[in-house]
């Protein structure tokens, strides 16, 4: 591949913009690799069970020779991300201002950068309510400069939820959907009113664009809140997800085609992808869209894998009604300018060039019709009933005048 087209689609790839205030991501274009995670569960949602021994990491890196010095604060979100009327004491044990002190330099790697580390709780900062949290992470000097922030939830497990996943569904038949059956056991809750006061929310594999919410249930069982039969909770079943792995710098490995150098970047050109919708499926065990940080000859991949320049390349028509982002973790699941795919006339296919750090990451391709606000899997990757899908459930309580929503429970179904 030319190196002057390489070093053109990396500049068109631009900087992430937020698109919503409490969203996941960097505004920041130095800060890469962010990740929050339970160190017992890598590839599970972000959750916290209040009043335990539950912490959860904060990764990140930011590109530079020397260190920077950044604080973080909290802020409490609602079932829908707005954030709460509530002031930081009435959320927090602490002040709502802490010390990101757990920081090193990158070693033996092209691109220097410093890796940081934060675990939440800690001894200056605990949460002391339930529900939707924002991490917000910032420069000493510049408290208002937003360089990076992140999701996460504390839960108190008060409700009893089980569940079902089916691909006989009310729309088909072991085609190409996937159905859920819950039950939400309020009995120990505290609730007063499950049937009007409930708010279930649904999300399949991370994805923030089809995530859905229901207010209510088909019908009540006792203390048991039962949904089922309701449209949304028919999802498009996917397929499963991409994998490729950048672990050397030395040789191709899965999903890589070449590994070249071109100053002052090493570039993991992936093996060419097609769209799978019209392919039989075929099962692959994947972390449903997650990633590890890993360089396969380090004892510290947090500071000794490299960033590279991976090339992402689809050949497929092009489809004016569309546009092709590519979703996984690694992208925040953001439908911005840096998941967008560009469309090379020339080579037939779309492209995109990210900077990534050397590592497993699982992707998949989503097409998002002009004007929409979600993306969908049947144009390229199919929807296979077979898929295995995770799908996360949160169950809050939202009184009426209530000035913040409880999280009661969460539960991972597959």
């Keep these: 591949m030319v190196r002057s087209l390489l070093i053109l689609l990396f500049s068109l790839a631009g900087i992430a913009l937020m698109a919503d205030?409490?969203?996941?991501?960097?505004?920041c274009d130095r800060v890469k690799s962010l990740r929050i995670y339970r160190p017992d569960d890598p590839f599970g949602p972000p959750?916290?069970?209040?009043?335990?021994?539950?912490?959860?990491?904060?990764?990140?890196?930011?590109?530079s020779e020397?260190?920077?010095?950044?604080?973080?604060?909290?802020?409490?979100?609602?079932?829908?991300?707005?954030?709460?009327?509530?002031?930081?004491?009435?959320?927090?044990?602490?002040?709502n201002e802490g010390e990101i002190d757990d920081s090193r330099f990158s070693s033996a790697t092209t691109v220097h950068y410093v890796n940081y580390n934060l675990v939440i709780p800690n001894g200056d900062i605990r949460p002391k309510l339930s529900g939707n949290y924002l991490l917000q992470i910032y420069p000493e000097s510049d408290p208002e400069n937003i360089w990076a922030?992140?999701?996460?939830?504390?839960?108190?497990?008060?409700?009893s939820v089980s569940g079902n996943v089916t691909t006989r569904t009310d729309v088909d038949y072991n085609k190409s959907h996937q159905q859920l059956e819950l039950a939400v056991d309020t009995r120990e809750s505290g609730v007063s009113d499950p049937f009007n006061d409930l708010f279930v929310v649904v999300q399949q594999n991370g994805r923030l664009d089809n995530e859905v919410a229901l207010r209510q249930p088909l019908r009540m069982s006792g203390t048991v809140s039962v949904y089922e039969h309701q449209p949304q909770l028919i999802f498009e079943a996917g397929n499963e997800y991409r994998r490729m792995e950048t672990v050397s710098t030395q040789f191709p490995s899965m999903g890589v085609e070449r590994v070249e150098y071109f100053d002052p970047y090493?570039?993991?050109?992936?093996?060419?992808?097609?769209?799978?919708?019209?392919?039989?499926?075929?099962y692959d065990r994947t972390q449903n869209g997650?990633?590890?940080?890993?360089?396969?000859?380090?004892?510290?991949?947090?500071?000794?894998?490299?960033y590279t320049v991976v090339v992402f390349s689809l050949y497929m028509p092009y489809d004016l009604e569309l546009t092709v982002f590519l979703d996984g973790d690694f992208t925040m699941r953001r439908f911005d300018d840096n998941a967008r795919m560009n469309y090379n006339r020339e080579r037939g296919c779309y492209e995109r060039l990210m900077l990534l750090k050397q590592g497993a990451y699982n992707y998949q391709y989503l097409?998002?019709?002009t004007g929409a606000r979600r993306g969908y899997t049947a144009q390229i990757e199919g929807d296979k009933y077979q898929t295995v899908n995770r799908y996360?459930?949160?169950?809050?309580?939202?009184?009426?005048?209530?000035?913040?929503d409880r999280l009661l429970g969460v539960v991972t179904l597959l």
């Design 367 to 369: 097409a998002v019709p």
């Design 149 to 159: 922030q992140c999701r996460f939830m504390v839960s108190e497990e008060k409700v």
């Design 47 to 63: 959750v916290i069970r209040l009043g335990s021994n539950d912490v959860l990491v904060v990764n990140f890196d930011v590109l």
């Design 266 to 282: 090493y570039y993991h050109e992936l093996q060419a992808d097609e769209p799978r919708n019209e392919v039989q499926y075929l």
């Design 66 to 95: 020397d260190r920077d010095y950044l604080r973080y604060r909290l802020v409490h979100c609602n079932a829908d991300w707005s954030k709460s009327t509530l002031v930081d004491s009435e959320f927090l044990d602490g002040f």
């Design 290 to 306: 997650g990633y590890v940080i890993r360089e396969y000859n380090s004892s510290d991949s947090d500071t000794e894998a490299d």
């Design 392 to 404: 996360t459930v949160k169950v809050y309580e939202r009184k009426p005048g209530s000035r913040a």
């Design 21 to 27: 205030d409490t969203m996941t991501g960097t505004p």
